[in-house]
Every structure is written in C-alpha cells, then in structure tokens.
C-alpha cells in the first residue's frame, strides 16, 4: 500500500504565484497590442474621411459658379463621417475648417479619437501637431480667426452637425 506524503499533493504558493505573474504579463502585453491596433485604425479611418472630404470639397469648387471653395461646410453634402473614430480637443470639438476667401484656400483638421490630429489643406492630406484655435486658420492666412465646431456641438446635448451623414 501507499503511504500517501502530504508534499505530493496540490501546489505550492510560490508556483501560483509564478503562474499569476505569467499570466498578467501576457494580458498586458495583449491590452497594449490591442490598443496600438484599435488607435491605428481609428486613424486610418479618420484619414479616409479626410481624403474623401478633400475630394467632395474640391467637386463643390468645381460646380460652384464662382470656382471657389465652400465657405462653410454646410453647402457640402454627402460628406459621411466614420464617427466612432473622432476624438475631441481641449475645445471640445473633432472637425474644425477655416476658408480664406483672399487666397482661395482651406483647412480642414480633425482629431481622432487615438489623439493624433490630421488635416487637409487644398487637398493634400498629412498628419500635423497638436493645433487648436487661432493657430489653424493661420496655416492658410487666416490671422485671429478661431474656427468653430463645425462638426460636433459638445453642449448640454452633445450631437453631430446636421450635413454630417
């Protein structure tokens, strides 16, 4: 018969331990690869709203009887946005654009929700730094111009603008 010794049974505290650590290490290690994942996605997204901005933008100008650019984003239709992927600044907004009517010119610069910031100046499409308030519209010669909240209103009921699909 068997003599049945008490250290043969169960787990030692420390091989638990080890086991837990192990485990945690590989969590975190996935949480992290998941976020870079979901950030990169957020801005790919965003920069495809941006290219097909720049393009629905320039077809206004285009069909527009003086060839200019919109002055504001509500003469533009069409434009859809992939919403879940905007972030908001420290002015509460995602989608900012500034037309200069002297030059012929706009900017459209958005946040996703990642915390990176893209922009479209006439067309061409590229990450920037961090830029809020007058600084946006100074990029196309625009000076003490504050752009508003053109797509998002972050009041008391936060909501996107009516001409975003």
């Given amino acids: ?7 043969d049974s169960g787990f030692t505290i420390v091989e638990l331990l ?48 003086s060839n200019t650019y919109p002055s504001s984003l509500t003469t533009v239709t ?38 990176n910031l893209f922009k479209s100046i006439n067309g061409v499409v590229e990450p920037t730094p961090y830029a809020h308030g007058y600084s946006i519209c100074n990029q196309i010669g625009l000076v003490n111009t504050n752009p508003g909240s053109d797509g998002f209103n972050a009041n008391a009921a936060p909501q996107w603008a009516t001409w975003t699909n």
């Avoid at 018969?1 to 250290?7: C, E, L």
């Avoid at 590989?26 to 690869?33: E, K, Q, R, S, Y």
């Avoid at 972030?87 to 907004?93: A, I, T, W, Y």
Wanted: aromatic share 10%; with cysteine.
């Fill in 1 to 7: 018969m068997w003599a049945k010794n008490k250290h």
């Fill in 18 to 65: 080890i086991v837990i650590v192990v485990i945690a290490i590989l969590a975190a290690i996935t949480i992290v690869a998941y976020n870079g994942i979901q950030n990169r996605s957020h801005d790919t997204a965003v920069r495809s709203d941006i290219a097909a901005f720049a393009k629905k933008i320039e077809m206004a100008k285009i069909d527009s009887p």
């Fill in 78 to 115: 069409g434009l859809s946005f992939s919403k879940g992927s905007y972030g908001q600044d420290n002015q509460s907004r995602n989608l900012r654009y500034c037309y200069n009517s002297a030059n012929d010119s706009y900017i459209f610069m958005v946040m996703s929700k990642s915390g």
